[in-house]
């Protein structure tokens, strides 16, 4: 059924899709992107454990660059140096994040899946086949990423007053940009020309993924 969908959105769109599965939706958006473009990939949950061990702890969501630099100043660098903390000894370090990063840690994630949930963004991305710094290469994705989001916007009726960039690095280091716009707005030319901005402003730092 996935790989048919697939296929239909390929053929129809002419997109290609990285689809990954698993028994929560931390480890199915990591399997998503182990063989980005056009993937599949699926964690079974025997797997899990084994699975994390060597990952390095930057592949949990929410964990940017502030965090990052507190796990390393604490010499926790992949899943496996997290597993070795006590679930109290994290938050006293870290906090109320402390306990989430503990079960991530084990794969352990309860969010529940609510597809009829409001949406809160709409984002699109895409993986190149070769790292690229060229800065036509990137105007011409990012018009059609911009148009991709708009059309979906458009298509349930909203507006957005805020556009986000994220770029990541050949190093896998992801940098973020945001610009807040006056008014909301559903016009891929105005998402288009505001991302173009936020990408110059970290285009000497490729060449991105």
């Not at 592949?59 to 796990?71: C, E």
């Not at 708009?150 to 298509?155: G, L």
């Amino acid at each position: 059924m996935l790989a048919g969908l697939a296929k239909r959105i390929e053929d129809e769109l002419g997109l290609t899709i990285s689809i990954g599965l698993s028994h929560n939706k931390f480890l199915a958006k990591i399997a998503s992107d182990l063989d980005k473009p056009n993937g599949f990939s699926v964690i079974g949950a025997d797997e899990t454990l084994d699975f994390l061990a060597e990952k390095p702890v930057k592949l949990i969501w929410g964990v940017g660059a502030v965090t990052q630099a507190a796990l390393d100043k604490a010499g926790i660098r992949t899943f496996q140096d997290l597993r070795r903390w006590d679930k109290e000894d994290l938050r006293l370090r870290f906090g109320g994040g402390g306990e989430r990063l503990w079960h991530l840690a084990r794969g352990e994630d309860y969010r529940r899946v609510s597809p009829n949930a409001p949406v809160k963004s709409i984002s699109n991305e895409t993986t190149f086949h070769e790292d690229t710094a060229s800065t036509d290469i990137l105007d011409g994705h990012i018009w059609r990423l911009a148009e991709s989001v708009t059309d979906r916007a458009k298509a349930k009726g909203l507006a957005g007053r805020v556009v986000t960039l994220k770029a990541k690095r050949h190093d896998f280091k992801t940098l973020t940009k945001r610009q807040s716009l006056r008014d909301a707005t559903q016009m891929g030319d105005r998402l288009y020309s505001t991302a173009r901005e936020l990408i110059d402003q970290i285009a000497d730092q490729g060449p991105f993924r």
